[in-house]
């Protein structure tokens, strides 16, 4: 009886696993055939970045899918469907993802590349206030996985740029350089970049998010210089002050003049107060339009910032002759014509070294390119050498 009892619970047993093997079997995905020899997840991989960094994130994400189809626990695949997932701003999609990549993560080339993953992930979420102290820790765990893994330098670099960091990201882009392997073309214009910044010396958090920029606009320019110029103290230090003597109603001298009225579209834009302070300052080139609206993200050229620079120089140093000095002189600028109305601004500008030509080699002063926002930072620190404050 008892000899009959265990084979009959053996049975059971050897059931339930054959029971419990078929619904793993059919819990797990169903393979996709390859399709072609270059149908392979280290091909569509690849495919995936290369169409990431180009920002097709919907071509990237079937890139990464059909990896998965072949290989359903590829962890540069997940990784990569993780970074997609967070350009599109699904942040908690984007990390399961990558959680799944490190449980999948086999080799040092995959745990290497979930490092540069989540360091990516986590200066794009930038959701924690330690985010910054976890890229770093990433970064570390790639290090000692490999002391010359390009990437991870490079893009620790992008994290401490946009933590506005850009002594930390210097050294970042710096590194990338000194190895001379992957990521060169791109550390070298970061680092550029940040030379650029460093050199012109922003020194508000303002200035240094504004430096950023690869095109500036007009409540930009603004905040330049309100915060880093400081126009309304430099103005009241540098103009000459006048004083009404004639008679005065004394019924009438205690009305005062109604506040200009905000611009509607700059009352809830980030950057009012600047606006609103450059508005009462008054600055060629930063008024409002006829329709009473300022137009804070129209794009500032190169022509429009050097009039507004000019405007700036004239009204501090009280030299009203700097205003038509090139009127009538031969412009040096081949795109530069001397009947143009910035053109004496342009020459004002380029004769001080504050403004200097586009393009070195055809000598194009390039008035109508838009300004970046080192450029403009730059313009400003020579002004303040100018005028040795």
């Avoid at 054959?18 to 690849?46: F, N, Q, W």
């Avoid at 401490?160 to 350089?177: E, I, S």
Wanted: with cysteine; hydrophobic share 40%.
């Amino acid at each position: 009886m008892n000899h009959l009892s265990s084979s009959i619970r053996k049975s059971l047993l050897f059931i339930v696993l054959i029971s419990l093997s078929l619904l793993v079997l059919a819990c797990e995905p169903k393979l996709r055939k390859p399709g072609g020899e270059m149908d392979t997840p280290e091909h569509h991989v690849y495919s995936g970045m290369r169409l990431l960094g180009e920002n097709n994130y919907g071509q990237a994400q079937r890139e990464f899918e059909l990896a998965l189809q072949l290989a359903p626990r590829h962890s540069q695949a997940h990784a990569g469907l993780a970074l997609v997932k967070a350009y599109q701003g699904d942040h908690p999609g984007a990390a399961a993802a990558m959680k799944e990549a490190w449980k999948e993560a086999k080799t040092k080339e995959d745990k290497l590349f979930v490092h540069v993953g989540r360091i990516r992930l986590l200066t794009m979420g930038k959701a924690e206030s330690d985010w910054l102290e976890g890229a770093r820790a990433e970064l570390d765990g790639a290090v000692k996985l490999d002391p010359r893994h390009a990437a991870a330098y490079y893009y620790m670099g992008l994290a401490y740029k946009t933590a506005l960091a850009f002594d930390d990201a210097g050294r970042m882009f710096k590194q990338v350089l000194d190895i001379n392997k992957d990521y060169v073309k791109e550390a070298n214009g970061e680092w550029n970049l940040v030379q650029k910044i460093q050199r012109a010396m922003p020194g508000t958090i303002t200035g240094k998010k504004i430096a950023l920029l690869e095109v500036i606009g007009r409540a930009d320019a603004a905040a330049l210089f309100m915060e880093e110029l400081k126009i309304d103290t430099l103005y009241k230090k540098r103009t000459l002050k006048t004083f009404d003597t004639s008679f005065k109603d004394p019924e009438k001298s205690g009305n005062k003049p109604a506040k200009a009225m905000l611009p509607g579209d700059v009352a809830d834009h980030p950057l009012r107060a600047d606006v609103e302070g450059i508005l009462g300052i008054g600055v060629r080139g930063l008024e409002t339009y006829p329709d009473g609206s300022f137009h804070p993200n129209e794009p500032v050229n190169r022509a429009a910032y050097a009039m507004m620079v000019e405007d700036i120089l004239i009204k501090v140093t009280g030299d009203n002759a700097l205003a038509t000095k090139f009127i009538g002189q031969v412009s040096p600028f081949p795109d530069l014509r001397s009947d143009l109305p910035y053109f004496n601004a342009a020459l004002t500008l380029t004769s001080r070294g504050m403004m200097e030509a586009k393009n070195f080699t055809s000598g194009e002063f390039a008035p109508l390119r838009p300004v970046s926002g080192v450029e403009a930072l730059l313009v400003i620190r020579k002004f303040k050498e100018e005028l040795k404050f």
